[in-house]
């Protein structure tokens, strides 16, 4: 069972910056569908899906609220994946989950759960 672990979560203020990071406990199972991606929640509104990478690392979306500030990545070596966001933004508060399946379907449909999921770690954005 592949575990997910956040972490670097926090409070910063408007233009600040954070880094997470998802520790995996193991390498994913085989095949070239699976992807390790983040996703937030905030209160009252949708889950959304920030950014993924595909199963070598290579960044494969961008939610169009984050692009140019944040920045997915994959360290293999490490099984960790980290989200670095800058310029942060009020609007960027919310609980962020890293999780990991084989299927798109999470990144579709904002109620369709992925096979893997951390257990969150909190983004507060605020003067």
């Known amino acids: 069972q592949v575990r997910l672990v956040e972490s670097g979560g926090g409070s910063v203020q408007p233009g600040g910056s954070l880094r997470l990071s998802c520790a995996v406990s193991?390498?994913?199972?085989?095949?070239?569908?699976?992807?390790l991606g983040w996703f937030r929640q905030a209160p009252n509104k949708e889950r959304e899906g920030v950014a993924r990478?595909?199963?070598?690392?290579?960044?494969?979306y961008y939610a169009d609220s984050v692009k140019g500030r944040f920045t997915i990545s994959l360290d293999s070596a490490k099984n960790t994946l980290y989200l670095q966001m800058n310029n942060l933004k009020p609007d960027d508060t919310a609980i962020y989950y890293c999780?990991?399946?084989?299927?798109?379907?999470?990144?579709?449909?904002?109620?369709?759960?992925?096979?893997?999921w951390g257990q969150g770690t909190q983004v507060t954005v605020s003067s």
């Open positions: 999780a990991a399946d084989a299927s798109l379907s999470p990144w579709i449909y904002s109620s369709a759960t992925a096979r893997y």
């Open positions: 990478v595909d199963a070598g690392g290579t960044p494969t």
């Open positions: 193991e390498t994913l199972p085989p095949g070239p569908r699976w992807w």
